[in-house]
C-alpha cells in the first residue's frame, strides 16, 4: 500500500468503505452533488437491533489499498454505489457493461452495490430491480437517501454473516492464513502442520474476527478478540499482525473512552444507541431495562476489563508503531498509526507525547512519493502540529508544502496554491497582513522568518501575475519591518518597491483574494514618522474675536445655569479636546507636524497634505524632501475650509515610493497632541496694511501685523499716512480704530497718537479691492526737564545759572569737564580728536512705543458676532530738543501778574530757536540762556474737577500728581512755547528743518505753582474810581474830597473774615526814607480804619471812605491788616494789598 490515507482516525475502524464512482460522462458539479447526499448517510441504526453501522465513503480509492482488506477490514470495499448519466434506452446496455466492470474492480471484496441512473424514462426505468434505481433527473431524485440505508442495512447482513461464519470455532476445519501483499511469497513451502503455524493463523483470524465485530457495533467482542489475538501473535512473534491486533485494541478502546470521536468538529459522529446504551450502563450499572428486568452487567463488566485506559492507548499505540516500522513494505500502515494517535493525543491534550509521534511520521520513508503527495503529506503534518497548539511547527511544515507546489521538477508550477498556503503560515509565525497589529505593542515573532516569508509572498504574488498584491506585501514589510531592516536591505526593499510601483502603484484600496480574504491596506506612518501634530493658530491679524456679550457656539441661552463644571472639565482623549482658538472659512489654516526619516537615504514625500472631517477642506498638498536619518523636521500642511463648522484633524496622506498613504492619527504610536478639532467660523474680510514709511522690525513682546520706526526730536510732530486695503473675498462694513501706548521709563505729555477716521467711515462699505486711507499724527512729548549731571557740568565750568541778571543773556560756549580733557602723551603731542570738545549734552535718547488696532468686521462672520484685528507698531526715538535746567519766578508790579524764568539749554548739535508769546531767544549748540516771561497768574480753582468715583479709585499721590499735571497744561498753553532748528547740508544741497512745541509741564514744582496761582482772596483798591494796581498814578486836586474804595472778593470754599484794615499815607523820598508824619498834608473825611465783615466763599465786601490832600506832591497809601483780625490759616499771599500811588495837584 502506497497512499496514505491522511484523514484516517482510530473510529474509522469500526466503519465500512463505500466507493461512489461515477459512471461514463457525469457533470462533475452533478456528481458531488449526489455525493453530498449519498455521504450524509453515514451511521444507520440497524432494525430490531440496538447496534449501529457507520459508513465511510470515497469518491477515489486505490485498488492496491484494497488489497489490505484482511489486514484491516475497515480498508475493504465493501460497498459501491455507481452514478451514471442516461438518456435513451440506446445507451442502457453500454452503460451496464461499464456498472459490470466496476464492480469487477473491487468484485472478490464487495458485499453489494448500486446503480444510480439520471435521466432515463421509459420500459426500462419502470422495470423493478433492487441493484439499480432510476430517476428523471438530477433535480427529481427525492428518495436517494432512503435508497443509500436499504443498501448500507444489506451490506450489515452481509457483515453480519461474515462476522458469524469466522467466529463461530470449527475445530475440524483447517483455519485459512491471512497475508498482506507482500507476505505471500514469504509462506510459500512452510509447514502448515506445525504448531507455530497453526498459532499464527488463530491469532490472525482473531484479529480479524474482532475487526468484524467492531465493523458490527459488537465492542465487547471486538475487545475480548484483540486479546486473544495479542496473546496468540506474541506468542509467535508475528510482529505485523502484532501491531495491529494492538492497533484494533487501541481502536476500540478509543471508540469506548471518546464517543464522539477523535476527528475534530468535521469529523465528529453520533454514537450509536448500543454506545449510548452502554455509556449508560457504564454510569449506572444496576439500570433498568425497558421490560423492568435488571440488565445483565456482566458483558459491561467484560468489556471495562477488557478496555484500555487512556494512558495505556497511548504506549499500545507505540508498541503497536515500533512493531510497524520493523517491515518497510507497512510505512503506510505506521504513518497512519502515528496520526491516529496523534489525534488521540490531542483529544488528551498531550501535546509533547503528540509532537513525538509527529516527529517520527515525519521521518517514515514511503518510497518515491509525487508533489501531490509531499504536498499532501507535509500540509496533513502542519494540519496535526495546529492541532497539538505547535503552530510555529504547523507555520514550518505548511511553508514546506507551499514550497513543494513550485518545486523545480514541476512542469507547471502551482503559484496559486504556492501563495494560498503562504498566507496560511502567517498566523504561526505571529505574523498577520493587518499593519494595526503590529501597532499594539511589542513585536512578536522572529523578525527575521517573517522577512523571508512577506519576501516569497512578494515573489509568489508577482509569480501569479498580480503586481497589485506584490506592492501590498512589499509595502506592509516595510511599514511593519522596518526595526528589523540593515541600511542595505532598506535600500534593496524601496528600490523593488518603485520597480513595481511603476507598473501599478500603491493605494489605501481593499484587495480581496478569489478566496474572499481581504488585505487591508498598509499605510506608511513609518515615511516618515510622526512625532507630534499641532494646529497652529492664524496670525495675528487674520484671528478671529467674538464680540463681547454674545454667547459663543455651543452656548444656549435657555440654560439657567452661569456656569457648568461638567462641561469644562470633561474628561477626554487629547487628540478630541477641542482647541481654544478659531479658523475662519475661506482663510488658509496650517497644521504643523514634527516628522523624522528614519531611511539612511533622503526621503521623498509627494502630495502630502490633511485628511479633515467636519466640514468642507480643500488641502493644498506640499512635497518635501527628508535627509538621511534628519532627525526632527518641521513639516507644515496647509488647508483651506470651504464652510463653517467643527472641524477635526485626522490625519495626513503621503504618496511615499509610489504608495499614496491615508495615515490616521489614530494608528500612529506615540504622538504628542495638543488637540485636533477646531472651530471654523464664518467667513470674514481681510485687510491689508501699508504706510507711508518702510518698515521696520517688530516691537519686542508684540504680535503685530506691521511696525514703523521714526526719529522725532522731543516736541516735534508728524504724520504717518496708514493706506488699508481689502484684499479679501467679504465686504468690509465697520471700522473702529484704537491706540495703547506701552510703557515707558519717561511720562509721556499729550496724546502721542491722535487721527481723524470720519473720512474712512464715510466710505464704507468698502469692496473687495477698494482701499481707504487713514493720516495718524504722531506727537513725541516728553519731560523737557535736565537731568542732575548736566546741571553739574553747568556749575563744574565756573557759570551761575541762577545768579545771572535777566538783561544779561548767556551766550557761552560751555567748556570741557576736566575728565573729558586731553590726555598729553609724553611726546608732547595729544591723544583723540583735534578740536574744541563738548560736555555731556544731557539725557541720552527715550524711546516712544505704541500700537494702533483697527477693529472691522463684514460678511456672514459680522453676523455671528465675530470681527478681526489688525495692529500697527509704532517706535519713535525721540532726541533732546530744549532742556528747561531751572524754572522760578519773581513778582510783578502788579500782584495779578508775575515773572517766569527759564533757564534753556540747547543740547543739540543745530542752532536753535525758541519763542514765547512775543519773545523769541537764539540759542547756538550747546548754549544755556535764561528767558523772561511776564504772564498773568492762574485761577487753579476754575479747573473741571475729577468725578468721585476717580477720587475714590485713586491715591493722594495720584491725585496731586494729576492736579499738578493738570495746572502744568494750563499754564503751558498760555506760554506757547515752540522751538525751530534750521541746518544746512553742503553735501546733500538741500535743507532739513525741524519745529516743535516745548513744554514747561514736567518742570513746574510745587513752590514755582503756588507763585503762579492768584491768592484765594483778591483785594482790590479804587481812588477816585480809578482802579490803582501796577504802575497806576492816581490824580487828585488839592482841597477836594478823593473817595477811596476797598473791595474784598473770596475765592476760597470757606468764608473769611472779619478784617480790620487801617490806611496810612507816606510819602517817599526815594533815598530810603519814608516820612508818614502826615497829620497836617492829609488828612481823612471820617475814620482811616475799615471793617469788612465775614465774606461767603465767592462773595465780596466792599468799605468805603474818603481823604483830603492839603498839599500838593506824590503821596502813597499803605494799608495794613491789624494784628489780632488776620487769619492765619490762610497763605500771607491772600493779604498783600496793592500799593496806591496818588498824586495830588493844585486845583486849575
Known amino acids: 500500500m502506497s497512499v496514505p490515507d491522511y484523514m484516517q482516525c482510530a473510529e474509522d475502524h469500526q466503519t465500512v468503505l463505500v466507493v461512489v464512482q461515477p459512471v461514463g460522462i457525469v ?280 478496555c484500555l485506559s487512556q494512558e495505556d492507548i497511548i504506549e499500545k499505540y507505540k508498541e503497536a508503531i515500533s512493531y510497524y516500522g520493523k517491515y518497510k513494505n507497512a510505512g503506510v500502515i505506521e504513518l497512519e498509526a502515528c496520526v491516529k494517535a496523534v489525534r488521540v493525543l490531542a483529544i488528551q491534550k498531550r501535546a509533547m507525547e503528540a509532537s513525538e509521534f509527529l516527529q517520527n511520521a515525519v521521518y517514515i520513508n514511503l518510497g518515491q512519493l509525487s508533489e501531490e503527495e509531499k504536498i499532501q503529506r507535509y500540509s496533513v503534518l502542519s494540519e496535526l502540529y495546529e492541532l497539538i497548539g505547535f503552530h510555529r511547527k504547523s507555520a514550518f511544515f505548511k511553508r514546506v508544502a507551499a514550497m513543494q507546489c513550485v518545486a523545480p521538477t514541476i512542469p507547471d508550477p502551482g503559484w496559486k496554491a504556492c501563495y494560498r498556503l503562504l498566507l496560511e503560515t502567517l498566523p504561526g509565525y505571529s505574523l498577520s497582513l493587518d499593519p494595526k497589529d503590529f501597532s499594539k505593542g511589542t513585536h512578536r515573532g522572529w523578525a527575521a522568518v517573517q522577512m523571508r516569508l512577506l519576501h516569497e509572498l512578494v515573489y509568489a504574488s508577482r509569480r501569479m501575475g498580480n503586481p497589485g498584491l506584490s506592492v501590498r506585501h512589499l509595502s506592509f514589510l516595510l511599514q511593519t519591518m522596518l526595526d528589523f531592516l540593515s541600511d542595505q536591505e532598506k535600500k534593496e526593499v524601496t528600490q523593488s518597491l518603485e520597480n513595481y510601483t511603476s507598473k501599478c502603484p500603491g493605494g489605501m484600496n481593499i484587495i480581496t483574494l478569489p478566496d474572499g480574504l481581504k488585505l487591508p491596506p498598509v499605510p506608511f506612518t513609518k515615511l516618515p514618522i510622526v512625532k507630534s501634530v499641532s494646529l497652529l493658530n492664524l496670525p495675528a491679524s487674520l484671528r478671529p474675536h467674538k464680540v463681547k456679550g454674545l454667547p459663543g457656539q455651543g452656548v444656549t441661552s435657555a440654560s439657567p445655569f452661569i456656569y457648568s463644571p461638567i462641561t469644562l472639565h470633561s474628561r477626554g482623549d487629547d487628540r478630541t479636546k477641542k482647541i481654544d482658538f478659531q479658523w475662519v472659512q475661506g482663510d488658509v489654516c496650517e497644521v504643523q507636524l514634527m516628522v523624522y526619516n528614519p531611511m539612511p537615504f533622503e526621503l521623498r514625500v509627494e502630495n502630502m497634505g490633511l485628511l479633515m472631517s467636519g466640514v468642507e477642506f480643500e488641502s493644498l498638498p506640499a512635497a518635501l524632501s527628508l535627509p538621511a536619518e534628519s532627525g526632527l523636521y518641521p513639516v507644515t500642511l496647509v488647508g483651506v475650509p470651504r464652510t463653517a463648522g467643527n472641524i477635526t484633524v485626522n490625519g495626513y496622506h503621503t504618496s511615499v515610493f509610489g504608495v499614496s498613504s491615508d495615515c490616521l492619527l489614530d494608528s500612529l504610536v506615540g504622538v504628542k497632541s495638543s488637540g485636533c478639532t477646531v472651530e471654523v467660523v464664518p467667513s470674514l474680510p481681510r485687510l491689508q496694511l501699508s504706510t507711508s514709511l518702510p518698515r521696520s522690525a517688530r516691537l519686542c513682546g508684540e504680535d503685530l501685523s506691521s511696525s514703523v520706526c521714526l526719529q522725532l526730536f522731543n516736541g516735534e510732530t508728524q504724520q504717518l499716512v496708514i493706506t488699508l486695503e481689502n484684499i479679501g473675498s467679504e465686504t468690509l462694513n465697520t471700522l473702529e480704530m484704537s491706540s495703547k501706548t506701552l510703557t515707558t521709563k519717561e511720562k509721556l505729555f499729550g496724546d502721542f497718537l491722535s487721527w481723524d477716521l470720519q473720512d474712512a467711515l464715510s466710505r464704507l462699505p468698502l469692496k473687495p479691492g477698494q482701499a481707504v486711507t487713514v493720516p495718524v499724527d504722531i506727537h513725541a512729548k516728553l519731560d523737557f526737564s535736565g537731568q542732575e549731571n548736566l546741571l553739574q557740568d553747568l556749575n563744574d565750568d565756573g557759570i551761575s545759572v541762577t545768579g545771572l541778571p535777566i538783561s544779561s543773556p548767556l551766550r557761552q560756549v560751555l567748556k570741557p569737564r576736566p575728565e573729558n580733557k586731553q590726555k598729553t602723551n609724553t611726546e608732547g603731542g595729544t591723544e583723540g580728536h583735534s578740536g574744541e570738545q563738548k560736555i555731556n549734552r544731557g539725557k541720552k535718547n527715550d524711546t516712544l512705543e505704541a500700537v494702533l488696532n483697527f477693529r472691522y468686521s463684514g460678511g456672514l462672520g459680522q453676523v455671528e458676532g465675530y470681527y478681526r484685528e489688525i495692529s500697527l507698531g509704532v517706535k519713535v526715538d525721540v532726541e533732546p530738543s530744549v532742556f528747561f535746567t531751572r524754572v522760578s519766578t519773581l513778582p510783578a508790579s502788579s500782584t495779578r501778574q508775575c515773572h517766569l524764568l527759564l533757564d534753556v539749554f540747547n543740547p543739540t548739535e543745530h542752532e536753535l530757536t525758541l519763542t514765547a508769546r512775543n519773545q523769541q531767544l537764539i540759542l547756538h549748540s550747546s548754549e544755556c540762556q535764561r528767558m523772561a516771561i511776564q504772564v498773568d497768574k492762574f485761577d487753579f480753582e476754575s479747573l473741571p474737577m475729577p468725578s468721585h468715583d476717580v477720587l475714590r479709585q485713586s491715591s493722594l499721590y495720584q491725585q496731586e500728581e494729576e492736579r499738578q499735571q493738570a495746572h502744568g497744561g494750563q499754564i503751558n498753553s498760555t506760554l506757547d512755547l515752540r522751538w525751530n532748528i534750521i541746518s544746512f547740508s553742503c553735501q546733500l544741497l538741500s535743507s532739513l528743518c525741524s519745529s516743535g512745541e516745548a513744554s514747561v509741564e514736567g518742570v513746574l514744582t510745587q513752590l514755582v505753582l503756588e507763585h503762579m496761582q492768584l491768592a484765594p482772596l483778591q483785594w482790590d483798591v479804587l481812588v477816585n474810581g480809578k482802579a490803582c494796581d501796577s504802575d497806576v498814578v492816581a490824580d487828585c486836586k488839592v482841597g477836594d474830597a478823593v473817595p477811596l474804595e476797598v473791595k474784598l472778593t473770596n475765592r476760597s470754599k470757606s468764608p473769611v473774615g472779619p478784617f480790620s484794615l487801617t490806611v496810612v499815607p507816606f510819602q517817599d523820598y526815594q533815598n530810603g526814607v519814608q516820612n508818614s508824619e502826615l497829620q497836617d498834608v492829609v488828612t481823612f473825611i471820617g475814620s482811616n480804619s475799615f471793617y469788612i465783615d465775614s465774606v461767603s466763599p465767592a462773595g465780596n465786601s466792599t468799605c468805603v471812605g474818603a481823604l483830603l490832600f492839603l498839599y500838593t506832591g506824590d503821596f502813597y497809601l499803605s494799608i495794613k491788616f491789624q494784628d489780632d483780625s488776620v487769619g492765619r490759616d490762610l497763605p500771607p499771599a491772600s493779604f498783600c494789598l496793592p500799593s496806591v500811588h496818588v498824586r495830588a495837584q493844585d486845583p486849575a
Request: net charge positive; with cysteine.
Open 27 to 306: 457533470p462533475e458539479d452533478q456528481f458531488f452533488r449526489i455525493y453530498k447526499r449519498i455521504s450524509s448517510v453515514n451511521q444507520v441504526n440497524v432494525r430490531d437491533t440496538q447496534r449501529a453501522l457507520f459508513i465511510r465513503y470515497r469518491h477515489h480509492y486505490p485498488p492496491e489499498n484494497n488489497e489490505w482488506g484482511d489486514f484491516q477490514t475497515h480498508r475493504k470495499v465493501v460497498g459501491l454505489i455507481s452514478v451514471t448519466s442516461c438518456s435513451s434506452a440506446k445507451e442502457w446496455p453500454q452503460t451496464a457493461e461499464r456498472f459490470h466492470g466496476q464492480k469487477e474492480l473491487f468484485g472478490s471484496t464487495l458485499y453489494d452495490s448500486r446503480l444510480l441512473v439520471f435521466g432515463l424514462q421509459g420500459d426500462i426505468a419502470e422495470q423493478q430491480r433492487t441493484d439499480v434505481a432510476f430517476y428523471p433527473s438530477y433535480d427529481n431524485c427525492p428518495d436517494v437517501e432512503k435508497r443509500v440505508e436499504d443498501f448500507v442495512e444489506s451490506i450489515f447482513i452481509v457483515l453480519e454473516s461474515k462476522r458469524l461464519d469466522r467466529a463461530t470455532d470449527k475445530s475440524g476445519d483447517k483455519i485459512p492464513l491471512l497475508c498482506v501483499p507482500f507476505e505471500k511469497k514469504d509462506f510459500v513451502g512452510l509447514d502448515t502442520d506445525s504448531r507455530h503455524y497453526k498459532k499464527r493463523c488463530q491469532g490472525r483470524m482473531r484479529k480479524h474476527v474482532g475487526d468484524l465485530c467492531l465493523q458490527a457495533g459488537m465492542l465487547q467482542d471486538a475487545l475480548v478478540h484483540y486479546h486473544m489475538a495479542v496473546e496468540l501473535l506474541r506468542s509467535v512473534n508475528d510482529f505485523l499482525w502484532l501491531g495491529a491486533a494492538l492497533e484494533g485494541l487501541c481502536s476500540a478502546s478509543v471508540i469506548f473512552h471518546y464517543p464522539g470521536g477523535t476527528a475534530g468538529k468535521s469529523g465528529a459522529r453520533k454514537p450509536s444507541i448500543s454506545a449510548a446504551t452502554d455509556t449508560g450502563k457504564r454510569h449506572r450499572p444496576g439500570a433498568l431495562t425497558t421490560s423492568g428486568i435488571s440488565a445483565d452487567t456482566s458483558s459491561e463488566i467484560g468489556r471495562a476489563k477488557n
